[in-house]
């Protein structure tokens, strides 16, 4: 029977000179050089070097390596020693090794970058293996923690609504059927009404949780299931949103500063710094794109390529405020005229969250739905939530998976998403 993990790679150090130690993992490298052999350990937490010296090394464990091979699960215990050739300062002697498992040849190269997206997403459970996987995930669980924290201290009950709907959050927006029992359901798109309707009772919610879009996109920023934050908050309106935003913006910066060294050691160029996000009203931004030559005009919306363009102006971090109010859903708050109180969060060129302050009387309400050709009727059920004693309030919708790809300078979202679901991907 083997023993327990006492240690994870990263937690072997130098400080550990003499310590025996349990690490287990997957095997990263072999090398023989005769009397001396090494073998690279992985965890999710990094690398160590086992070595196996005659003379010092248990005869029965030369055997064992001679049968290990890549990927094969072990458990070593041993004797750490400090090292000034090791590449973390550090090695162990073992003293016994078990293979708790052996591996085939893997169906794709996890030791360089060669792999084409489609093939790594192919076989996503091998592919995880990587470094470069092991940091991008590890990373998104430090920050959403970080987003928890924020949300707790501003004062946030965590919620969960549903994802079974019956009707569109939004208007217009496609949505997947599913069979409910005797009728036709929809995977909601959006908490939206509903993180509104908890306004008049909860006042501050928010929820981390999965959302679906129907929409047929195959761009680089576009996933049909995704991990959407959301938060909605009574009393509040836009600029107290991104108040809030910006607060968590700049922790969740200072949580990846914290692991940084381990992102640039796998090829990463993460976002470590940031001083107060500019506001850039809608029209100053169209004039600044129209001065580098775009051709945009009021009402337009700004595509990526416009977004990045934008950053020469206002740095990798910026907010968009003041959407005619057009663009925006229904339950936008019109600012003045045909203006919005409405915002968009920009990182490294990358939308990754949209809010506003929302409309709170029901017969703003209605009329912004006519406006937009949809039937009040079809919304009933919600709109009945407003004749009870609704509060102004406001919110943000935010992509976690377009987050941590702006942020860690990834060029594709499913990068930085376990099992990417979009159009024409549904396994595995």
């Known amino acids: 029977m083997y023993p327990k993990k006492t ?4 937690e072997v150090t130098p400080e550990l000179h003499g310590s025996n130690v349990v690490v287990a993992g997957w095997v990263w490298e072999l090398r023989d050089l005769g009397k001396i052999k090494f073998i690279v350990v992985r965890d999710r937490e990094g690398f160590v070097q086992i070595t196996l010296k005659a003379g010092k090394t248990p005869d029965h464990l030369f055997k064992i390596f001679s049968e290990l091979g890549k990927e094969d699960v072990v458990v070593v215990k041993g004797i750490v020693e400090s090292s000034k050739i090791a590449k973390s300062g550090v090695e162990i002697f073992p003293e016994e090794i078990w293979v708790l498992n052996k591996a085939k040849p893997l169906p794709l190269d996890i030791w360089s970058e060669t792999p084409d997206l489609a093939t790594r997403l192919k076989w996503r459970s091998v592919d995880l293996k990587r ?120 922790r969740v910066i200072s949580t990846i500063t914290t692991v940084a060294h381990r992102l640039e050691e796998a090829g990463l160029k993460p976002l470590l710094e940031i001083s107060k996000i500019p506001r850039v009203d809608y029209d100053e931004a169209v004039e600044r794109l129209r001065q580098l030559g775009y051709s945009i005009s009021w009402g337009d919306d700004l595509n990526v390529e416009m977004q990045k363009a934008l950053t020469k102006f206002y ?112 396994e595995p």
């Open 131 to 250: 470094p470069r996987n092991l940091a991008v995930f590890s990373t998104a669980s430090a920050i959403l923690r970080a987003i928890r924290d924020v949300m707790y201290e501003e004062g946030f009950v965590e919620v969960f609504t549903p994802k079974i709907i019956v009707t569109s959050t939004e208007g217009g927006a496609e949505l997947f059927p599913v069979m409910y029992f005797e009728r036709v359901a929809y995977l909601s798109q959006s908490p939206q009404l509903y993180k509104e309707q908890l306004t008049a009772s909860l006042e501050r919610v928010f929820e981390i949780g999965p959302a679906y879009r129907a929409e047929k996109h195959n761009t680089d920023y576009h996933l049909n299931e995704f991990i959407s934050v959301d938060a909605e908050a009574a009393f509040m309106d836009y600029n107290d949103i991104m108040d809030i935003l910006e607060k968590l913006v700049k």
């Open 7 to 10: 240690h994870w790679t990263s």
């Open 315 to 426: 740095g990798p971090v910026y907010f968009l405020v003041h959407f005619p109010a057009s663009l925006r859903p229904f339950y936008t708050k019109r600012k003045e005229g045909d203006k919005s109180e409405s915002y968009d969060l920009i990182i490294n060129g990358i939308e990754v969250a949209s809010g506003a302050t929302r409309v709170h009387r029901r017969d703003e309400l209605e009329e912004e739905m006519k406006r937009r050709g949809l039937d009040p009727r079809l919304f009933e059920s919600h709109l009945a939530v407003f004749d009870y004693g609704m509060p102004p309030h406001a919110g943000f919708g935010l992509g976690f998976n377009r987050l941590l790809a702006a942020l860690l300078g990834l060029d594709n979202v499913r990068h930085a998403t376990l099992y990417p679901r979009d159009r024409y991907r549904v």
